[in-house]
């Protein structure tokens, strides 16, 4: 195994704060929210989708676009193995714990497989592995949700209410810390703070930051 660039520092990405975004799928309103920085690139691992987070009083606001030539396909039950946007957040892991606490959680954005025909984005939480004490799960409606789908990429975007985000408190010079996996059946996986040799599911100590702006 090759020492990766990204275990060399914790990069602290800038998370503006926004008055509304409307979650609708379309990115329109993102223009003016820089995207995550492409750090996977360091390391000469997979790049294709452009990532971004702001908050508000609301919650945590995150958007994704990936390209795409193929139909979305999503795996409820094993989202690792479907197109899928995984988001980590711990509100209190400036410390570098190893195990995360309750105030981690997982969020699980799916850009189909709800509602009746299966067909409607989907958001969810799931308890962190080896965490020594479990956020509580909110009730996946409370995740608003949408997507868009053009004819050679998607976007999803969604809005992860602050009641949800265990021990979130929207203060300007916060600082959090924060991971994505980006999954799609053609690129494969791109992951934000470290690679999939590393326990980056579970340890919060490898998880980029974010740091709340004005």
């Given amino acids: 195994m090759?020492?990766?660039?990204?275990?060399?520092?914790?990069?602290?990405?800038?998370?503006p704060r926004v008055e509304t975004i409307e979650i609708d799928g379309q990115l329109d309103d993102w223009a003016e929210v820089p995207a995550l920085p492409a750090l996977p690139q360091l390391d000469g691992d997979r790049y294709f989708a452009?990532?971004?987070?702001?908050y508000g009083d609301p919650g945590l606001y995150v958007a994704v676009e990936v390209p795409k030539e193929i139909p979305i396909a999503v795996n409820r039950q094993r989202?690792?193995?479907g197109d899928s946007l995984q988001v980590w957040i711990d509100t209190r892991g400036v410390s570098g714990g190893h195990r995360a606490t309750r105030f981690c959680t997982h969020f699980i954005l799916l850009p189909s497989g709800g509602g009746a025909r299966r067909n409607q984005p989907m958001g969810f939480q799931r308890p962190i592995r080896r965490a020594l004490d479990?956020?509580?799960?909110?009730?996946?409606?409370?995740?608003?949700?949408?997507v868009a789908v053009e004819k050679h990429s998607y976007?999803?975007?969604a809005l992860l209410p602050a009641h949800?985000?265990?021990?979130?408190e929207p203060e300007p010079g916060t600082v959090i810390r924060f991971h994505y996996v980006v999954t799609d059946l053609m690129h494969r996986r791109q992951t934000y703070a470290l690679g999939d040799q590393f326990p980056h599911g579970s340890d919060p100590s490898i998880w980029g930051k974010l740091r709340l702006g004005e």
Avoid: Q, W, Y
């Fill in 164 to 168: 949800a985000v265990s021990g979130f």
């Fill in 134 to 146: 479990d956020a509580e799960l909110c009730d996946p409606e409370d995740i608003a949700l949408a």
């Fill in 79 to 81: 989202p690792h193995n």
């Fill in 2 to 15: 090759s020492f990766p660039s990204r275990l060399l520092f914790t990069a602290t990405a800038p998370c």
């Fill in 50 to 54: 452009t990532v971004k987070v702001a």
């Fill in 155 to 157: 976007s999803m975007e």
